[in-house]
Nanobody, 130 residues
Framework: QMQLTESGGGLVQAGGPLRLSCTPS????????MGWFRQAPGKAREFVAA????????YYADSVKGRFTISGDAATTTVHLQADFMESDDTAVYYC???????????????????????WGQGIQVTVSS
């Protein structure tokens, strides 16, 4: 099974930047969509952003659009999530996720539904301090 190794995160200042990276290894070599979800204390897991290897296109939740950028490195199939301006509401555990095959909807378009992703990282804590 594919393993996803997450890096970055930790304590960040409000208004400051954040960079998370996720590198897949093992398991399926199919690279369909990779993305990030997050879960704040007492809240459900929510979609943050995703990158489609098929369309080479990025997708964002409305809450992070304009502040976060997700990109894919084709050489390593690593996905990077860059934030330019962190807010206190961004505090959460961030999870890298990968979908290795098409399930439904428009082919190549990243899903915002967690159930459509078949591999998950362990999660990495991001805390925004004011």
């Amino acid at each position: 099974q594919m393993q996803l190794t997450e890096s970055g995160g930790g304590l960040v200042q409000a208004g400051g930047p954040l960079r998370l990276s996720c590198t897949p290894s093992g398991g399926s070599t199919n690279r369909y969509v990779m993305g990030w979800f997050r879960q704040a204390p007492g809240k459900a897991r929510e979609f943050v952003a995703a990158f489609s290897w098929i369309r080479r296109t990025s997708y964002y939740a409305d809450s992070v659009k304009g502040r976060f950028t997700i990109s894919g490195d084709a050489a390593t199939t690593t996905v990077h999530l860059q934030a330019d301006f962190m807010e206190s509401d961004d505090t959460a555990v961030y999870y890298c996720a990968a979908a290795t095959f098409y399930r439904s909807g428009v082919y190549g378009v990243a899903s915002q539904v967690a159930a459509d992703y078949d591999s998950w990282g362990q999660g990495i804590q991001v805390t925004v301090s004011s």
